[in-house]
């Protein structure tokens, strides 16, 4: 029962990234290769804030979301001048300098040997230890996310993002604000990156930069594509459908040494079969 809570918790984290993810990537248009990064900042804020007792776990999420937010802004800037290829490239560029950073900023991050030892979340007092509780709040966080994802994209701010997606120019030639709109988006994906890494951190208590790297932001590429790109359903189905697909390998008598690579071929292979055959995902609509 502890290894399935344990699988549930993370899927609900994951759902809150595949949120923001299918806000750039799906609603807004903006193909960014760099989330894990802003996942893994969320994550790093919150454990150096909790590591180092500079204040508790409710603040230092506020804090996660509010670095994720202003850093998510400054990555997709470069989205309002450069679109389509030449935006790929320069998420990927970035999530290859946040890497960088992770392994080797030692005081922040403790380098390649990560951060250990990192307290378990507590509210008001209440330390949140055992699975059982660390479920029902990170249960309660996926909700929260997915309301804020459904009201916003149910809004005329929604159909406003959608719109940019279809016609940027003739929204803008229209008087609406494009540039805010998109860094509305972002600002809100930074906030459930932030909250996603605040929750990750203290669920497992380490973490170490190979959590954040470019095969992440592949996976959370792969969850909204597989999931359905543009809809909720399809943001909460990618996620515990793919992490799921660890348990059925192991099933299958793989040597150790090369079960992380035969992960990685699977998700780029499902992803290129349901770019081929099926680009709505299983329960969204077409890139």
């Avoid at 400054?74 to 946040?98: E, H, K, M, N």
């Avoid at 380098?111 to 378990?120: D, L, V």
Wanted: glycine content about 10%; charged content about 10%; aromatic content about 10%.
């Amino acid at each position: 029962m502890e290894y399935f809570y344990s699988y549930l918790i993370l899927a609900s984290i994951f759902v809150v990234l595949g949120l923001a993810t299918n806000l750039l990537v799906g609603i807004a248009g903006i193909f960014s290769v760099s989330q894990a990064a802003i996942f893994g900042v969320g994550a790093y804020v919150t454990a150096y804030c909790l590591v180092n007792e500079v204040m508790g776990f409710l603040p230092a999420v506020a804090c996660a979301a509010g670095a994720c937010l202003l850093l998510n802004i400054v990555i997709t800037l470069p989205a309002l001048r450069v679109a389509g290829d030449y935006f790929v490239v320069t998420s990927f560029g970035i999530q290859l300098l946040a890497t960088a950073a992770f392994l080797n900023w030692n005081g922040a991050t403790g380098g390649a040997s990560g951060m250990a030892a990192i307290p378990p979340a507590d509210l008001f007092g209440y330390a949140i230890e055992d699975t059982g509780s660390m479920l029902l709040l990170c249960v309660a966080a996926m909700l929260l996310c997915c309301l804020a994802f459904y009201l916003a994209m149910n809004s005329p701010y929604g159909r406003l993002l959608r719109a940019i997606r279809e016609d940027e120019l003739a929204v803008a030639a229209s008087g609406k604000p494009v540039i805010p709109a998109k860094a509305a988006a972002a600002a809100l994906a930074g906030v459930f990156g932030g909250v996603a890494g605040s929750l990750y951190a203290t669920f497992l208590s380490f973490i170490d930069p190979s959590s954040f790297d470019l095969n992440a932001s592949v996976l959370l590429l792969s969850m909204v594509v597989v999931g359905g790109a543009r809809t909720l359903a399809g943001s909460i189905i990618g996620p515990f459908v793919l992490l799921a697909l660890p348990q059925v390998l192991t099933m299958v008598e793989i040597p150790s040494t090369m079960a992380a690579g035969v992960r990685q071929g699977l998700y780029g292979a499902l992803l290129i079969a349901f770019m081929l055959f099926r680009p709505q995902g299983l329960a969204g609509q077409k890139l």
